[in-house]
């Protein structure tokens, strides 16, 4: 695949699209949908559910050009042997990590709520990266990932933009991964929280990252595999 140009701020950037790859943070049933951990913490989950689709989009133009799709979600082994006490025991006893919710207890691997919705469900070949922190480097295989597959740039979407997604992002800025944030497809419950988390990314000349609007990237890949599935044809 050719490089090229991403309309991001603080500046435009030329980007190897064999070394780039879309990681989507935390797309939970916990945080998006009714009845999840997110929504009992009195959250308005509609926030994140309007960047679903915009999500699915960028999905389906990485998936057509065979990019690299990396999925992470957030959460804990059964016993939470994993899991910090101050984590645990944080809130309210009826919403703390490990209760029990409508969607099984929360926050757990293997219970409904902990899992990726349906919509932007992982499919064979793409990486799932149980994470038991916010970042998504702390304590998982993902940088050895990122590293054998000769990545250099993160185009990151997910939830929620100040907390998984900064964290990531900080993350993997100091592990040296250029990461672009794609605005319309990261969401917090809070809008503010939103605008100053991709504004601290891009500010004093990215000194987290950049963040670009998903509509221009989406048009480029578009006319990528457009590009690329007539050369087959005429071959
Ligand atoms: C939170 C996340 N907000 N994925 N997790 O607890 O941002």
């Known amino acids: 695949m050719p490089s090229v140009t991403v309309e991001a701020e603080p500046a435009p950037l ?3 699209l064999d070394r780039s790859a879309l990681v989507i943070i935390d797309m939970q049933r ?3 949908e009714t009845g999840g951990f997110g929504e009992a913490l009195g959250n308005d989950v509609s926030r994140l559910q309007a960047v679903v689709a915009p999500c699915r989009v960028i999905l389906n133009s990485a998936r057509a050009l065979n990019m690299l799709v990396i999925h992470t979600r ?3 082994r059964p016993d939470l ?5 101050l984590k645990v025991k944080r809130g309210d006893p009826k919403t ?7 969607m099984g207890r929360i926050l757990v691997r293997g219970e409904a709520g902990h899992d990726i919705i349906p919509e932007l469900y992982p499919i064979n070949g793409e990486p799932v990266i149980d994470k038991p922190g916010k970042g998504a480097f702390y304590q998982t295989d993902l940088e050895l990932m990122l590293r054998n597959r000769c990545i250099d740039t993160l ?4 939830v929620t933009t100040e907390v998984c997604v900064n964290t990531t992002v900080r993350e993997a800025n100091d592990r040296g991964f250029r990461c672009i944030v794609l605005s319309d497809c990261c969401a917090s419950y809070f809008p503010e929280f ?7 990314i891009k500010a004093q000349g990215g000194i987290f990252g950049s963040v670009a609007e998903s509509r221009s990237l989406v048009d480029t890949l578009t006319a990528l595999s457009v590009r690329s599935a007539k050369r087959f044809a005429t071959q």
């Open 30 to 32: 916990d945080f998006l």
């Open 194 to 200: 939103h605008d100053a988390g991709l504004a601290m």
């Open 81 to 85: 042997s994993d899991a910090p006490a």
């Open 14 to 16: 030329s980007v190897d």
């Open 74 to 76: 957030e959460g804990h």
């Open 96 to 102: 703390r990590i490990g209760a029990v919710g409508p």
């Open 155 to 158: 185009f990151v979407c997910g």
